[in-house]
């Protein structure tokens, strides 16, 4: 992805970054893949998570 931002520390290109995550349901031994995906800046080492702005249910 060749997608970008100023970052609000040092002004630099921010880049896209996706990695994957496991989430560990509260009282079960399931874990759950999700994917996380946030701005890096690859000079000052800031970072902002972005939020997802819709939920995928693979049903109930």
Do not use: N
């Amino acid at each position: 992805m060749s997608e970008t931002k100023e970052c609000p520390m040092c002004g630099e290109a921010m880049r896209l970054h996706e990695s994957q995550t496991l989430e560990h349901v509260p009282g079960t031994s399931q874990a759950t893949p999700r994917t996380v995906r946030e701005w890096r800046c690859p000079e000052c080492d800031y970072f902002e998570e972005i939020e997802e702005t819709t939920r995928r249910s693979d049903g109930d």
